[in-house]
């Protein structure tokens, strides 16, 4: 069984201050875990993967996330908020492999104020 | 390439009809996977099929829920006899096989926009 906690469903950041929004999981098995960011009246976009390589993942727009097994987290980041970033974010995890149904977290909607 | 392609992009039903939303995946992409959204909330996975074929339908409501993905043409959920509480965002994804997702195809579950449901 998996689960996903996403901390604070709602986050307010200045523009160019840090982004930080917190995911932790639980997996049974080795997970894959994810972030995507969805937009309103949008679908969900793939910001980054985590599938047991390294374990500080870069993805798209400048978010990174990093994987701590030991923590059972891979909180999102960005260094300088922009306006554009007020979105949705959700973290979502599956099982290790392929084809695997992703467990999403209720999310975090980011607001970004100048 | 074409995303993942959902229509309708809203479906109004009164309640107590039926209402059927299509999807069709990424060109190449042969797994599906349907999800809901309530409103402020997460997704919730429905169901995972394949072609012809439900792999794993364990989020799927036992009654008035159904889908398919034919051999050919798009995955349709559908849901039967629509009640109030079925109001919500409809997600479906597509992905590419097994060895396309361990070569690195960049996403490995690509979204659609999503049919809304209103249920009157």
């Known amino acids: 069984a998996q689960s996903v906690t996403q901390l604070g469903s709602h986050v307010s950041v200045s523009e160019g201050a840090l982004v930080l929004l917190r995911c932790n999981y639980s997996?049974?098995?080795?997970?894959?875990l994810f972030w995507y960011v969805q937009y309103p009246n949008q679908g969900l976009q793939l910001l980054l993967k985590y599938t047991s390589a390294a374990t500080l993942v870069k993805g798209i727009n400048g978010f990174e996330a990093e994987f701590k097994k030991s923590e059972t987290s891979f909180h999102l980041t960005k260094p300088s908020a922009h306006m554009s970033d007020a979105a949705e974010y959700f973290c979502a995890v599956s099982a290790a492999g392929t084809a695997s149904k992703l467990t999403f977290g209720t999310g975090t909607r980011l607001q970004v104020t100048l | 390439n074409a995303g993942v392609m959902q229509n309708p992009r809203h479906l109004v039903r009164r309640r107590g009809q039926e209402a059927r939303l299509r999807c069709s995946p990424m060109k190449g992409h042969s797994h599906v996977y349907w999800y809901r959204q309530l409103p402020e909330e997460g997704l919730k996975f429905m169901v995972y099929l394949q072609k012809e074929n439900i792999i794993d339908e364990s989020g799927m409501p036992k009654e008035r829920f159904s889908a398919e993905f034919p051999k050919e043409g798009p995955s349709i959920l559908r849901i039967q006899q629509v009640v109030r509480g079925d109001s919500a965002a409809y997600f479906c994804?597509?992905?590419?096989?097994?060895?396309?997702?361990?070569?690195?195809?960049?996403?490995?579950?690509?979204f659609g926009d999503g049919t809304r449901l209103s249920i009157l």
């Open positions: 997996s049974s098995v080795p997970p894959y």
């Open positions: 994804a597509s992905s590419p096989d097994s060895v396309g997702f361990l070569l690195g195809s960049n996403q490995p579950q690509h």
